[in-house]
Nanobody, 126 residues
Framework: QVQLLESGGGSVQAGGSLRLSCAAS????????MAWFRQAPGKERERVAV???????RYADSVKGRFTISTDNAKNTLYLQMDSLKPEDTAMYYC????????????????????WGQGTQVTVSS
């Protein structure tokens, strides 16, 4: 079983940066399909970035060039580096993982992930 614990959220002004962390246990963060999602009030949960076990990454159009998903193998942790933040990035951010998805990891959406963290709030003010 995979357990996920996010941290690193907070409040920042537009143009600033934050780095979210997702500490994984039960599986190696490097070896399974992992993703970051976000959900703003009144909106659907959307996938922000995904990373396959082969290191293939994919980003939502709204964050391309600003966000970077990565792993630290020694710490078994998934990161989301968020730069040039905008007020529309304000949301609860969730880490998700699922060891089932290997070849199709980057096609998977929220209903395909079985393991979730508790979420961390990101607030960007203008």
């Amino acid at each position: 079983q995979v357990q996920l614990l996010e941290s690193g959220g907070g409040s920042v002004q537009a143009g600033g940066s934050l780095r979210l962390s997702c500490a994984a246990s039960g599986y190696s963060a490097r070896s399974i399909c992992m993703a970051w999602f976000r959900q703003a009030p009144g909106k659907e949960r959307e996938r922000v970035a995904v990373r396959s076990n082969l290191g293939v990454t994919r980003y939502a159009d709204s964050v391309k060039g600003r966000f970077t998903i990565s792993t630290d193998n020694a710490k078994n942790t998934l990161y989301l580096q968020m730069d040039s933040l905008k007020p529309e990035d304000t949301a609860m951010y969730y880490c998700a993982a699922d060891p089932r998805w290997v070849d199709s990891c980057t096609n998977r959406q929220k209903d395909d992930f079985d393991y979730w963290g508790q979420g961390t709030q990101v607030t960007v003010s203008s």
